[in-house]
């Protein structure tokens, strides 16, 4: 079962609706701490604009992760004690289902043996569903290795120590 703290469900919710009705995404940080909120910058709209063949979407129906930030999370996740627990984006006027979009930047296809993988093993990915600046759903999904795709994943939020 994932489970969420509630001040990191609060903060993933707050950023969906703040970021509404545009898409925005984080990561969810286990920490010595408890868990940590990161919120990234969506920069869909910055390569729509620059390549609008190759990114024919904006952030209204989609996500992309600053690359910079990324490492940044990966250097984290390296400190004693952190790890990467989930990362999560929304749906604006959109349920919470993980979308083939979704599927293929959160997992890869090995080009030599074609086998697939998740692009970060043990994370889950949380999608936030938000309708008119209310969060209607929020959905897990991890990797499954027995089906070599994302699953929904039992999900609920974790009680305050």
Not at 83 to 99: E, G, I, K, T
Request: proline share 7%.
């Amino acid at each position: 079962m994932i489970e969420i703290e509630p001040q990191a469900m609060d903060a993933m919710r707050a950023h969906a609706i703040e970021g509404f009705p545009e898409e925005v995404c984080g990561v969810v940080f286990a920490s010595p701490r408890g868990q940590v909120v990161r919120r990234l910058r969506n920069v869909q709209n910055e390569l729509h604009a620059k390549d609008p063949e190759q990114y024919p979407r904006t952030a209204a129906t989609a996500y992309h992760m600053d690359s910079r930030e990324l490492f940044e999370i990966e250097k984290q996740a390296r400190e004693p004690g952190w790890r990467v627990l989930a990362f999560y984006h929304s749906h604006p006027q959109h349920d919470a289902y993980f979308s083939p979009t979704d599927r293929a930047q959160a997992s890869y296809t090995d080009p030599v043996d074609g086998s697939r993988g998740p692009t970060y093993a043990g994370a889950a990915w949380v999608v936030v569903s938000v309708h008119d600046r209310a969060v209607r759903d929020v959905r897990a999904y991890v990797w499954d290795d027995a089906v070599q795709d994302f699953s929904e994943a039992p999900f609920g939020q974790a009680r305050d120590a």
